[in-house]
């Protein structure tokens, strides 16, 4: 009879244990599939989550003057916010979305990307009255690093699927590589006239530029550090998407109405879609 008594106790305690356990799960999995849209307000100066499960808006979170950028690390817990106004980067914890404290960076900054790894952030400034630099921010001491000039003024920055080398876009004609293990830029590669916008292939073989004013994309090899072609597109060629299968990049013909195709294989491009009057981005289902 002791060893009955005893037994039923441990039983109870048991399944109290399993029940708990099942309970935790299933909140840690319910707040896994919660995820959060955070959206820039440049004149308030804010940045509002929002909850994409129920769609409500969360509290405004106050950062620096005049945001126009954002990005977010792999790992999601940090959103940084480009602080045009005040030359600030603001980290948002976004477990709880309070704001950090702000990191200068620099005059006028006005677009960010992290590495793939999730360490370095890298902040364009590009400012009217002083020489444009990106600048490497430690994403887990939030630090900010020495500036890198490049040449100005900068439009657009990407990095590598490998997270080696990032890509400092520069409107009058300069594609400035960076390399993120020594953070030493590279001689710049001249593309076409006023280039706008960079995208990489998913194998980081190629580069590939928009040229507003040329209506053309230059094709820059990665390892060679070298323009392999120019490909002639639609009129104002803007953004540039590629497939996840690095098959063919997509190129939005803003002043043309239209979509251009290139076969990365060969370099070559397909005939023209029309879309709708003036496309001005694209993207691709993964």
């Not at 319910?30 to 929002?50: E, L, M, R, W």
């Not at 480009?82 to 200068?104: F, K, L």
């Not at 939005?252 to 060969?266: M, R």
């Not at 397909?270 to 993207?283: D, K, R, S």
Request: charged residues 10%; glycine residues 10%.
């Amino acid at each position: 009879m002791k060893f009955q008594t005893r037994l039923i106790p441990l039983a109870f305690r048991a399944v109290v244990l399993a029940v708990l356990a099942a309970v935790v799960i299933f909140e840690l999995q319910s707040q896994a599939a919660v995820t959060t849209a955070y959206v820039v307000s440049q004149g308030s100066g804010t940045v509002t989550p929002i909850n994409t499960s129920t769609n409500a808006a969360g509290t405004p979170i106050n950062v620096g003057a005049d945001p126009d950028a954002i990005a977010i690390t792999p790992d999601g817990k940090t959103a940084y916010i480009v602080n045009q106004g005040s030359g600030t980067v603001t980290p948002i914890n976004t477990s709880t979305n309070a704001a950090g404290t702000p990191i200068n960076v620099g005059a006028d900054p006005d677009a960010i990307a992290i590495t793939p790894d999730g360490k370095t952030a890298y902040v364009v400034n590009d400012s009217f009255t002083l020489p444009d630099t990106v600048v490497p921010i430690q994403v887990w001491t939030d630090v900010a690093g020495a500036p890198i000039a490049v040449p100005g003024p900068t439009v657009a920055i990407a990095i590598s699927p490998a997270g080696k080398t990032v890509y400092a876009v520069g409107y009058d004609g300069g594609i400035t590589p960076i390399s993120v293990a020594s953070k030493e830029a590279d001689p710049t590669i001249t593309a076409g006239q006023s280039p706008g916008y960079i995208a990489i292939s998913p194998d980081g073989s190629s580069a590939y530029v928009s040229n507003l004013y040329t209506d053309t994309v230059t094709i820059i090899g990665t390892v060679t550090k070298k323009v392999d072609r120019t490909v002639a597109v639609g009129e104002t060629p803007s953004v540039i998407a590629i497939t996840p299968n690095g098959s063919t990049a997509y190129v939005s013909n803003q002043g043309s109405g239209t979509v251009t195709p290139i076969n990365i294989a060969t370099g070559t491009p397909g005939a023209a879609i029309a879309v709708g009057e003036a496309p001005t981005a694209i993207a691709i289902t993964p």
